[in-house]
């Protein structure tokens, strides 16, 4: 089933080589066709992120791609038509999608073909001006407090809290019931984690002996788990709050790999999609108000351009907008 006045033809960013930002160019190419398991979607919003830099690098490129070759792994819009044994959605419907497999080609286009079961229902109070900023951050951070696996009540420090990943862990983990400790960047991420719910925010920025004793003053017996959106010094010091028979969890691809004194467990983990994933990340979505932080917003002829902006300091994440 298709919408009628559906294009053959549609405005993309692809690029044809890998390399830095230049090699992302506007283009003119072809609506994608589905097969019976797929949807079109048709993008409104699509994020920005690190690993759209590492596909255009050629260091991470999804199986299946060819030249030209079309970047974005996360996506809101509406849906344009459905292949035939699909029914988790409808012609219509506002959905988000995450898809790092897509050998069609990714979000930084008008239409994408995505696989039905990474495809979900917009969740009630995300706003689809937003909405395209969450799925990979969102799915990712889940994934990080499922491989920590903290009870209700337990201490979480999240550092990195101000980042993509790290805004959206703020709010799933006090969902879960967990005592949130943000480390954020500089006084507007401590202001931004602040606002999300966080118990208590600090700059990971100022000095660290300080740092670690307001952490300390807040968690005296050590805090159960630290979930590590980046590594480095700063990491490191904090790894000393963390109680005998805690856990650190970080995503791979975080430079340098944590590491922990004996005693601690290190898990790193993927972020992972699907039909279950997407389900449980909607309920947990949809329990009370959440917020995806956008920090900057560029039309899809700039993609380039937000690929230089995510070399500079932000809060939370960049945007293209497509439609």
Do not use: C
């Amino acid at each position: 089933m298709a919408i009628h006045d559906q294009p053959t033809l549609m405005q993309a960013v692809a690029f044809d080589e890998f390399g830095g930002p230049d090699v992302l160019t506007v283009r003119r190419l072809p609506v994608p066709d589905i097969a019976d398991d797929e949807v079109l979607l048709k993008v409104w919003t699509a994020g920005v992120g690190v690993w759209d830099v590492l596909e255009r690098e050629g260091t991470l490129v999804p199986e299946g791609s060819s030249f030209p070759m079309v970047p974005g792994s996360d996506a809101a819009g509406t849906v344009a038509s459905v292949g035939g044994q699909v029914s988790n959605v409808k012609v219509g419907d506002v959905v988000y999608a995450y898809a790092f497999s897509r050998p069609k080609g990714g979000f930084y286009a008008e239409y994408a073909a995505v696989k039905s079961e990474y495809v979900a229902a917009l969740p009630e109070g995300v706003p689809i001006e937003h909405a395209g900023a969450m799925p990979t951050d969102a799915l990712t951070a889940l994934s990080g407090l499922d491989a920590l696996a903290l009870p209700s009540g337990a201490k979480l420090l999240i550092f990195g809290a101000s980042g993509g990943q790290g805004h959206l862990a703020v709010q799933l983990a006090k969902r879960q019931g967990l005592t949130v400790i943000a480390v954020a960047s500089g006084a507007d991420g401590v202001h931004l984690t602040s606002r999300l719910g966080a118990d208590l925010a600090v700059d990971g920025h100022a000095d660290l002996p300080g740092v670690l004793a307001g952490i300390r003053e807040a968690a005296p017996d050590g805090v159960d788990g630290i979930l590590a959106m980046a590594g480095g010094h700063t990491l490191e010091g904090l790894v000393e709050t963390l109680r005998p028979g805690g856990t650190l969890a970080y995503p791979h691809g975080v430079r340098p790999e944590p590491t922990a004194p004996s005693g601690v467990t290190v898990h790193p983990y993927d972020g992972t999609t699907g039909a279950d994933r997407l389900r449980r990340l909607s309920e947990l979505i949809e329990a009370g108000p959440f917020e995806v932080h956008v920090d900057e917003t560029f039309p899809l002829a700039r993609a380039a351009e937000a690929h230089r902006r995510l070399q500079a300091p932000y809060l939370g994440k960049l945007l293209l907008r497509v439609q």
